[in-house]
């Protein structure tokens, strides 16, 4: 989906919100714990929107660059970001990177608004050499209609659950080790209020919360001359 410029902005806005901004944290937590990025990785976010996850991996010393397909986010992210990121207006469904290109792919809630998430899955493993890490919106949570009807996702055609996401997973990789987790366990209205409840519940390997997140590695076991391929792939799933 091609957000326009005042859905594009309206979403900025709700992130700067008191409510926007907490949950914004509490994913971004999560998805700190799952991949623990390393200073000097160089990392593509598909779907990057307006920028707020490229800025938060740029502060944890990552090299980023993003693509999303609405015009209006890239120009919103290009103000977050200037200089200090690689920005593309383009198809995510065949990206215009190389194989092996980065260390990082992130999707972060970009699949849910994508006709083919899986071929946007395979793209990503494709330009990726290390692992990715997804954010997603919980089908199975009993509060993520809450945070759907009082933002963007509310345009979201694709939800998904932990185990769906796994078998699509496994689907396009024979085999691969995820580890996963979720946030955001009461419905969004609720919140900062509710935030020292929200900060005692464990988010790894808990299915329960509205935004889920996972990342696999990817292990090669044979090379070319010029760069590593992807024809096998060892895991084992928790």
């Given at each position: 989906m091609i957000f326009d410029a005042k859905t594009a902005q309206s979403y900025d806005d709700w992130l700067t919100s008191p409510v926007g901004y907490y949950i914004t944290g509490r994913q971004q937590k999560l998805i700190l714990d799952l991949l623990?990025?390393?200073?000097g990785e160089t990392m593509l976010d598909v779907g990057c929107k307006s920028g707020q996850f490229l800025l938060f991996f740029r502060r944890h010393g990552c090299n980023v660059t993003g693509i999303d397909p609405s015009p209006a986010m890239i120009d919103l992210a290009r103000k977050k970001l200037g200089h200090r990121a690689d920005l593309y207006q383009g198809n995510v469904h065949d990206l215009p990177f190389s194989d092996n290109e980065f260390d990082v792919v992130s999707l972060i809630t970009s699949l849910e608004f994508y006709e083919n998430?899986?071929?946007?899955?395979?793209?990503?493993?494709r330009v990726a050499r290390n692992r990715i890490v997804i954010g997603f919106l919980n089908r199975y949570s009993l509060v993520t209609e809450s945070l759907k009807a009082d933002t963007i996702f509310r345009h979201a055609s694709n939800t998904f659950g932990i185990f769906e996401l796994r078998r699509l997973i496994r689907g396009i990789l024979s085999e691969t080790?995820?580890?996963?987790?979720?946030?955001?366990?009461?419905?969004?209205?609720?919140?900062?209020?509710?935030?020292?409840?929200?900060?005692?519940?464990?988010?790894?390997?808990?299915?329960?919360?509205?935004?889920?997140?996972c990342v696999f590695p990817m292990v090669y076991t044979r090379h070319t001359i010029q760069e590593p391929l992807k024809d096998s792939l060892k895991v084992g799933v928790r």
């Open positions: 623990a990025p390393q200073e998430p899986q071929r946007v899955i395979e793209e990503s493993i080790t995820i580890h996963w987790g979720s946030v955001i366990f009461f419905p969004i209205r609720w919140y900062p209020s509710f935030s020292f409840v929200e900060e005692w519940i464990p988010r790894l390997n808990n299915p329960l919360g509205s935004f889920g997140g």
